[in-house]
């Protein structure tokens, strides 16, 4: 059975955008017009997020304000006392963190003018993300929400540590209710970030775990080219994070018309090499063995033949250079590759 679902574990480089790859690898065979995004398993631990800078406590720093900021909050109790200070929060691990530093995070999180400041509050957002009860609390104060909204600020480095601390709070399935919601933003960013860069591996992490249910799915369904080219121009890193939320949206029967149909790029063949490493080729041989699981009447099959650039064409027709490919495989040194490509032959 290939319906493995995957959650969160250089052909060109430097380049603008998915936007700007497109137009190449049309010129080198694929067809492909401008398309426009309508929407946009879990994994077993939550991501960490790194500041990048130790931090000390001073006057004036970020914590220094939170201690007597005004606190919003459902309930009375987390109001914070009077002697409430800065070493009181960063004293305390991510886990320890209470109700109402939470609150008083959220809070500045929406007030304060500094990008600097910002960042630093989500990073800390984040890191308490990693921790199902204060997941629960986030949501509960509406920190989802507020966290989200930061997804189109102006600083690249606010997006990533805003994806980053979604990605921790999509963890928890009561929290992906709200998450899904954003979808489409997380699509629009990875459509229009630089290619391999920090906002799109924050991005295809969310839809990692928002893909591992059939729940969301759906909302996804308008991505496939996206990914299906991302895929052709992306570093390793990126190839796999890709090809996780691609074996998890392929494991859906539901979906598999819309992928089939998707435009794909030629040079998506060109994937299955050698070359490519062993921990790619082991998922895009999982993504296949998904595909093969689908058996088109031969009504839908010829209607698929007439479109070239369907990933049907690219991968599932009998004239595909797939099957030669794959036979060439059948000598990787890795012996579950080899494993893999024989049960496709059979």
Known sequence: MYKSRMGDDNVIARLGSVKALLGIVAGAGASYGIYKLLFGRVDGKANRIKSGKSVAVQPGSLMDKVAGFKVVSKTDHLAPSADTDSSDVYSRSAASLEPRHLSMLLSLLQSSPSPEERRNVLVTLG????????????????????????????????????????NNLSMNIRNQEQVKVYIPSVMQLIEMSPVNSDLQLAALRILTNLSVTDNHQHLMKSSFTLLLSLLVVSNEVLQIQVLKVLVNLSSNPDLMDDIVQAQAPASLILVFDSCTSTSVLLRLLFFVGNLRAWRPSEQVAEALRRRQDSLYCVLLDGSSQLHRRLALLLSHPDEEVKAQVARLLT
């Open 127 to 166: 890191n308490a993300a990693a921790f199902t009860v204060n997941q629960d609390l986030l949501r509960e104060f509406g920190g989802l929400h507020i966290i989200a909204s930061f997804l189109s600020d102006p600083s690249p480095e606010i997006r990533v540590q805003t994806l980053n601390a979604l």
